[in-house]
């Protein structure tokens, strides 16, 4: 075990659960230099672990719990966590990342990360404390909902500093896109990684403790920090995240007619104004804004509202939940979306491919698709939260055939429903895209696309073009020089020159355990600021450079898992609907994103990236230079390079 | 002598912590939670979150209480700190301090309190605010005027911390 390294507390769990065995390991400090930490040593473990063209519900696919490298620290917004396994809705790479503040009392509680393989026989829980890993009896906490679990731990072990990470019905019952809960509001949620969680028996991973997390050089760590602290703190995206959340931006978005309601076959909602971030605030919904670990910003909500006399209450709704539950289904009375967020946290739904198979559905009944006995006395209308709310209910419990039916994504059930009911599947390669306007935003596009876990926004959130804060003018003039043309959203010129950036930044980001909104959105810190706060941790010096090649290093793996496994340029694509059916309103009426363009800017991207244009696969020159020979030499033996 | 403390509006306090990890990384030299002189108690039902630091109070019982004389009264800023060398760790401060601002550090085998780092907390320096809106945490000069704002602030936020201390009675 290397000793020197710092940020790291220096130990892995790795838990079998077939076997019953517990065993720590130390962690490869080469490793950390290589992949930085978080969702780089995921990403290294899961192509480590998995064989090539393992079925995701195999028991040898791995569910990799791991801390950013600086997560237990002051720098800022450090506490985020990525969970990784071969993904049940793609059965691709799968990266799910959250906030809150388990990453850093995993730390506290003795390590770096959690490697769970196998199945149990029955429900367990993994209890770590103080360094002592056990496995416990679950069966009590079998069918409890995610707040349920998380107290009737802390009941248990008795520990207010208790975090807990569990599912909830969801990953009980395998519905393909249930999360990971990371706290009562804090979701790994996209991909199925709570399904995996689920069919390894795996209930809940309680962690505390009182252990001491080392850096290396820390009076220059907390000066760098401190100083990156202040950056983030002062720029205006930060304020305007405080004071509405991720859906303050939902005015401006709905006004350009950017807001894809009812399945995106429109863009304006007509609800907007009072189904949204902004009247969080106005309405008096807004309880109070929480903070992830060491969080500068706290965009996150907590709101509160009654419906029929009773309290609701939620984590969020955050920008996405208001697309999902909010103008997909054209909901009119924003109290239902606030109880939907809550009830999608309480059941380990992701909210997102829960939201978008109900708008399916209610598209489908609409164009004819279900006889009246397929919709189990649903009457699946558009605005109608009580039969939401209902239905995700059913989801979560695979309840009726409706609930079965959704419960496997809208790839599998139009699949079942057959018709043309694909072309209103609004996802790619399974996954349920991410509720924004892909027609127009081509970065988005372009970024959705070549997404290692299918179409969504958090592996680059390329909002730079729009963004008109100092910071992100100054960005955007060093990426694409100072010609305007570039500032469009709909231009498709040096998409792939804004997505490589944002993309290996969030790697790096992702892998430190920060938050995104720290370097992209509120476009403050830089590669450098990385690099000196990594730097001063762990005691690995590394440049500004040399991050974001480790950033470009994680991308590269996780593009080389996926072609591994046969995957290629045909899967870098978006959902039927938006290649082909044009926005209908506002000023970019008539405008999608074609084929053609879209490939055009792929030819860019793969051009950038080093890799075969003809196969978007990545080549011996690409991997060399990030030094991933061994990942070249195992492609190579099986005919992929 | 002019009395220095922390102010705190807890209403604005996210619980993010990291005034805590500061404080434990510049006094312990690592983070270690029972090392930080800050300590937060949230409710997350109710997205209340509690600061509790010492109030530099006029009573001082944890200098009283002290069987081994081993918290005694800053020069400068008159905070009473605790004299590691001297401290045994009996934990006698601890239920002294109404202000629930003494813990104990088990790895060090000492109590830990807030010595207001030389008059510019680090708690204080963490805690930014965003942009144009304040953080939780400041640093004031108490004139005569305004203790009595300040003892009003002090006691809303044990009132606070009563209500989510009994709503987690679990623990």
Not at chain 1, 231 to 245: M, Q, T, W
Not at chain 1, 416 to 421: E, L, M, T
Not at chain 1, 607 to 622: A, I, V
């Amino acid at each position: 075990m290397n000793g020197k390294l710092g940020g790291c507390v220096g130990q892995l769990l790795w838990v079998d659960l077939t076997k019953q065995k517990l065993r720590a390991a130390p962690i490869d400090s080469r490793a950390v230099r290589m992949f930085l930490g978080g969702r780089g040593m995921g990403a290294h473990f899961l192509w480590n672990i998995v064989p090539r063209g393992l079925d995701p519900f195999d028991e040898r696919n791995p569910l990799i719990f791991m801390s950013g490298t600086l997560s237990a620290t002051p720098a800022p917004a450090s506490g985020r966590t990525t969970v990784t396994c071969k993904g049940p809705l793609t059965g691709m790479y799968l990266k799910s990342n959250s906030g809150g503040h388990f990453g850093p009392t995993l730390k506290f509680a003795g390590y770096d990360g959690i490697i769970v393989t196998g199945r149990a026989e029955g429900p367990v829980y993994l209890k770590i404390q103080d360094g002592q890993a056990e496995l416990c009896d679950a069966r009590a906490l079998w069918g409890k909902t995610v707040s349920e679990t998380i107290y009737s731990l802390s009941r248990t072990l008795g520990s207010r500093d208790l975090q807990v990470a569990c599912i909830g019905p969801a990953g009980e019952n395998r519905v393909l896109y249930a999360t990971v809960m990371l706290s009562a509001h804090n979701a790994a949620a996209r991909g199925g990684v709570g399904t995996i969680m689920g069919d390894k028996r795996l209930k809940a991973i309680a962690v505390g403790g009182n252990g001491s997390v080392s850096l290396v050089h820390q009076r220059a760590f907390l000066d760098s920090a401190l100083k990156a602290r202040q950056v983030v703190a002062k720029d205006p995206i930060s304020r305007s995240l405080y004071i509405f959340g991720t859906a303050g931006g939902i005015g401006p978005t709905n006004e350009a007619h950017k807001w894809p309601t009812r399945n995106f076959t429109e863009d304006h909602h007509k609800h907007a104004d009072t189904v949204g971030g902004e009247h969080l605030k106005r309405g008096g919904y807004l309880q109070g804004r929480i903070g992830c670990s060491s969080c500068t910003t706290s965009c996150h909500r907590y709101s509160v509202t009654e419906i029929d006399g009773k309290r609701v209450a939620c984590g969020g709704p955050e920008f996405e939940t208001f697309g999902a539950l909010g103008a997909g289904l054209d909901i009119s009375d924003i109290r239902y979306v606030i109880k939907g967020s809550g009830l999608c946290n309480e059941l380990g739904l992701d909210v997102i491919s829960a939201g978008g198979s109900i708008q399916w559905a209610i598209e489908t009944r609409e164009r004819g698709g279900f006889s009246p006995s397929d919709r189990d006395g649903f009457t699946l209308n558009w605005d109608n939260g009580p039969e939401m709310l209902a239905l995700l209910d059913r989801i979560a419990h695979r309840e009726g055939q409706l609930g079965d039916l959704l419960a496997d994504g809208t790839k599998r059930a139009a699949e079942r429903v057959g018709g043309d009911s694909w072309k209103w599947a609004v996802q790619a390669n399974g996954l349920e895209q991410s509720r924004v306007e892909t027609r127009v935003s081509k970065a988005y596009a372009l970024a959705f696309a070549v997404n290692p876990r299918g179409p969504d926004h958090l592996t680059a959130e390329p909002m730079l073009p729009e963004f008109t804060t100092p910071a992100a003018k100054e960005l955007m003039e060093a990426l694409c020089g100072p010609d305007e043309k570039y500032r469009r959203d709909d231009s498709t010129e040096k998409r792939d020159v804004i997505v490589r950036y944002h993309e290996d930044i969030y790697a790096a980001l992702d892998a430190l355990g920060m938050c995104a909104f720290t370097a992209t959105c509120a476009y403050t810190l830089r590669a450098h600021h990385l690099a000196e706060l990594f730097s001063h941790a762990t005691g690995i010096n590394l440049n500004a450079d040399q991050i974001m090649e480790a950033g470009a290093r994680i991308i590269e793996l996780e593009r080389a898992f996926n072609v591994r496994d046969g995957r290629n340029r045909n899967n870098d694509t978006l959902p039927w609907r938006i290649l082909n059916k044009p926005v209908k309103t506002g000023p970019y009426k008539g405008l999608r994103t074609s084929k053609k363009e879209l490939d055009q800017m792929l030819d860019g991207y793969y051009t950038l990236r080093g890799w075969n244009k003809e196969t978007g696969q990545p080549t011996r020159q690409s991997l060399a230079a990030l030094h991933l020979d061994d990942i070249a030499e195992a492609l190579e033996k099986i005919g992929l390079l | 002598m002019t009395r220095q403390v922390i102010d705190i509006d807890y209403t604005r306090c996210t619980g993010c912590r990291a005034c805590v990890l500061t404080c434990a990384l510049a006094h312990a030299g690592v983070v270690r939670l029972s090392a930080s002189a800050i300590h937060i108690l949230s409710s997350p039902d109710e997205g209340i979150n509690v600061p509790l630091v010492c109030t530099n109070c006029k009573e001082r019982p944890c200098i009283d209480v002290c069987p081994e004389n081993a918290i005694r009264p800053h020069e400068k800023l008159g905070i009473p700190v605790i004299d590691a060398e001297s401290c045994v760790g009996c934990q006698a401060c601890i239920p002294a301090c109404p202000y629930h601002a003494i813990s104990f550090d088990p790895i060090a085998a000492k109590a830990v309190k807030c010595d207001l780092c030389d008059g510019d907390p680090l708690c204080v320096q963490v805690c930014t605010g965003v942009n144009d809106m304040p953080g939780a945490l400041h640093i004031l000069t108490l004139g005569d005027e305004e203790e009595g704002k300040f003892d009003h602030r002090v006691q809303e936020r044990m009132n606070a911390y009563q209500v989510v201390r009994e709503e987690s009675e679990y623990s």
